[in-house]
């Protein structure tokens, strides 16, 4: 019998212990914002030296989701497949170098604007393309799902190019520049703007780009009172000048959209 008792005890015990359990990490996943980003998009979100996630996204993010009393956890997912993510509710919101377009506007919800980009044209510096006529019969490379290939495709030069080569990340499309795989490839400015402060004697840019954009971040549709928290939050990181301070340390002036 007091086998018996002892034993019920310990399953007693054990359930109450496993409600606890489960009760706190409930809370904690409530308490949390699954961010969506390219872990190889340099410098909004990628990983360094130490396979750390860093960048000026993941700062302005972290900044803005503590302003809301929530943590940041950032899921890298394929980039090719962000809005399937977002409403399938395997991430909440897509931050990471995320540009407006009227395509995504049909899919998702956007926060105000708090950077502008441009798409241009990389090459190597010793190459002979000049402008965006010169890409005629060239082969072209840019990251797939981008909005670099929306960019390209409305140019006058898009129906002249040889051929467009699509790439996972921007690192593979500009390791195949730089092994002339491809004569040049279509990127955000500050990606690569990024990469010639590292590799300053390898790439340069031509004078003409192809689209400007402005970055915000993207929520589920139908989830308006979290895209109302959040904006809330972001305007209050840009009015103490957080956001500014980050901007700074990542390209070194204040880029931030008032």
Known sequence: MKRLTTLL?????ISLLGACSTNSSDKEKENQLI???DDAFAPMGFRDEDNEIVGFDIDLAKAVIEEMGKEAVFQPIDWGSKETELQSGRIDLIWNGYTV???RKEKVLFTEPYLANSQVVAILKDSDIKSLS???GKSVGLQAQSSASNAL???DIASEIKDVS???TNVLALQDLDSGRVDAIVIDEVVIDYYMTIKPDTYKVLEES???ELYAVGVKKGNDELLEELQKAMD??????TAAAISEKWFGEDKILN
Do not use: F, H, R, W
Not at 9 to 13: F, Q
């Open 101 to 103: 377009t009227e395509e």
């Open 9 to 13: 005890i310990l399953l007693i015990t």
């Open 236 to 241: 209050e990181v840009i009015a103490n000048g």
């Open 210 to 212: 192809l689209a400007p």
């Open 35 to 37: 961010i969506g980003i």
């Open 166 to 168: 699509e790439y996972k």
């Open 134 to 136: 010169d890409l005629a």
């Open 153 to 155: 495709n409305g140019s």
